[in-house]
C-alpha cells in the first residue's frame, strides 16, 4: 500500500471477479443466515483463519524504537475534517497528548465536515505559521490551492486518512499519510462477514464516497465479499458523513422495507453509521444483537465499542488504534524537523467483538507510548 496509488475498482471489474469467483467454487453446506447458506469453503477457511488472527489479543508493539530526540519548540496544527467524525477526534487528542510530552504546543481548527469549511480551517492555519499541519481526514486534493501556500511556506504536511496510502506521497506531497493499511481493513471486515455468516448472507454496504480513502476502502470490501459466492451484496449506500446523522435512518427504514429478512450484515467503513442506524432499526423491531450483524471497518471509536459490548446494533469493529495514531503523527514531525525520513510504520489489523474487548472502549495496543517517549529523551 505504500506510495503506489491503486484506482478504484470498477463495476465492470467487480463483476467480472465474482463471476470468476463463482465458477471455480464448489457449493456446500454453511451454517450460514444469508439468503444462501453455502458460500465457497476455501475462501470460507481462509476467512475464519485470517478472522481468528485479527481477534489475537495478545500483542506486542511491533513500531519503532528508534529515532531523533525530541526537536524543541514546535508548534502544530490539527486540521479536522469533521471533529464530529470520532476517528478524526480521536486522533486529534491522541496528538494532543503526545504532544505535551514531547513539549510541543498543538490547535485543533474544525472544519465542519464541508469544503468550504475545510478549505478556510486550511488557510487559518497556514496564517498561523506554524511547524507543521495535520490533514485530518480529507483529500487533499480539495484544497490544492491552500496546500500549494504550505509547501510554498515550507510547512510539513502530514495526513491521516488523506489519502489511499500509507506512507510518503508525492501527489498530493505529504511527508507522511498515517492509516492502517486499507487493503487489510477491508479484507478483514469482508473476511468476518464470510466467516461469521459461514459463507451465507445478504450485505449491505454503508460508504462515503466523497472522500477517496473511504471509497478505496468500500470497493475492495466488495472485491472480497465476491470472493464468496453465497455472500450477496443487497446495496450500496453512498451517504457522506457530515450527513450521516439524518440520512442513515431514512435509508436503513428504506432498505427494511425492500429487503425485510434477507438483509442479515452490514459492512460500514466508519463505526458512525450504526449509530444512526439504530432508531430505525430499533423501530422496526429488529433486535440489537442482529441480524443485520455489523461490522465498522474502520475508527472503532468509543460508541461502538459501547454498542459491541452492550449488544446494541454492532457486532464489530476493525478500529484504528486511535490514539497510537496520534502520536505516531508527533513522531513523524519529529523526524521531518530532524531531517529523518518517515518511520514506515503502518498499525497491523485488529478485530474488535464483545468477546475480547473485555469492556474497554477503544483499541489501544501495548508498549507505543513507552517506545515513543524513550525515543524522544534521548
Keep these: 500500500m505504500y506510495p503506489n496509488r491503486k484506482t478504484a475498482l470498477t463495476a465492470a471489474t467487480l463483476l467480472a471477479a465474482a463471476a470468476t469467483v463463482v465458477a471455480g467454487c464448489e457449493r456446500g453446506p454453511s451454517n450460514g443466515t444469508g439468503p444462501s447458506a453455502a458460500g465457497c469453503p476455501a475462501a470460507l477457511e481462509k476467512a475464519k483463519a485470517a478472522v481468528q488472527r485479527a481477534e489475537n489479543t495478545n500483542t506486542s508493539w511491533n513500531g519503532p524504537t528508534s529515532g531523533p530526540a525530541a526537536v524543541p519548540d514546535r508548534t502544530i496544527v490539527y486540521v479536522a475534517q469533521t471533529m464530529t467524525n470520532p476517528g478524526v477526534a480521536g486522533v486529534a487528542k491522541g496528538v494532543r497528548d503526545a504532544a505535551k510530552v514531547i513539549g510541543w504546543k498543538v490547535r485543533v481548527i474544525d472544519g465542519e465536515g464541508t469544503p468550504a469549511g475545510i478549505q478556510a480551517a486550511l488557510s487559518q492555519a497556514i496564517t498561523l505559521k506554524p511547524s507543521g499541519i495535520v490533514i485530518g481526514g480529507f483529500d487533499p486534493q480539495l484544497t490544492s490551492q491552500q496546500v500549494a501556500r504550505a509547501q510554498a511556506a515550507h510547512i510539513p504536511l502530514i495526513g491521516w486518512h488523506a489519502v489511499r496510502s500509507a506512507g510518503p506521497s508525492k501527489s498530493p506531497r505529504l511527508f507522511t499519510n498515517i492509516t492502517t493499511k486499507v487493503e487489510d481493513v477491508a479484507k478483514i ?190
Design 189 to 378: 471486515s469482508a473476511d468476518w462477514v464470510i466467516a461469521r455468516s459461514g459463507g451465507g448472507a445478504g450485505v449491505v454496504v454503508f460508504t462515503d464516497d466523497s472522500i477517496p480513502f473511504a471509497r478505496n476502502k468500500s470497493e475492495l470490501i466488495r472485491q472480497e465479499l465476491a470472493t464468496c459466492s453465497g455472500v450477496k451484496l443487497l446495496a450500496y449506500e453512498n451517504i457522506p458523513i457530515p450527513d450521516a446523522s439524518h440520512r442513515t435512518p431514512q435509508e436503513v427504514s428504506s432498505l427494511l422495507s425492500r429487503f425485510r429478512n434477507k438483509w442479515t450484515y452490514s459492512v460500514a467503513i466508519n463505526d458512525l453509521y450504526f449509530a444512526d442506524a439504530a432508531p430505525a432499526l430499533r423501530a422496526a423491531g429488529k433486535p440489537g444483537a442482529g441480524p443485520p450483524f455489523s461490522i465498522g471497518a474502520g475508527d472503532g471509536d468509543p460508541s461502538a465499542f459501547q454498542r459491541i459490548n452492550s449488544g446494541q446494533f454492532q457486532a464489530a469493529t476493525v478500529p484504528e488504534p486511535l490514539s497510537q495514531q496520534g502520536w505516531q503523527t508527533i513522531d513523524e514531525f519529529n523526524r521531518a524537523f530532524a531531517g529523518r525520513p518517515a518511520s514506515g510504520y503502518v498499525a497491523p489489523v485488529h478485530i474488535a467483538t464483545a468477546d475480547n474487548s473485555s469492556g474497554a472502549t477503544s483499541w489501544d495496543p501495548p508498549g507505543y507510548r513507552e517506545a515513543y517517549k524513550g525515543i524522544w529523551r534521548k
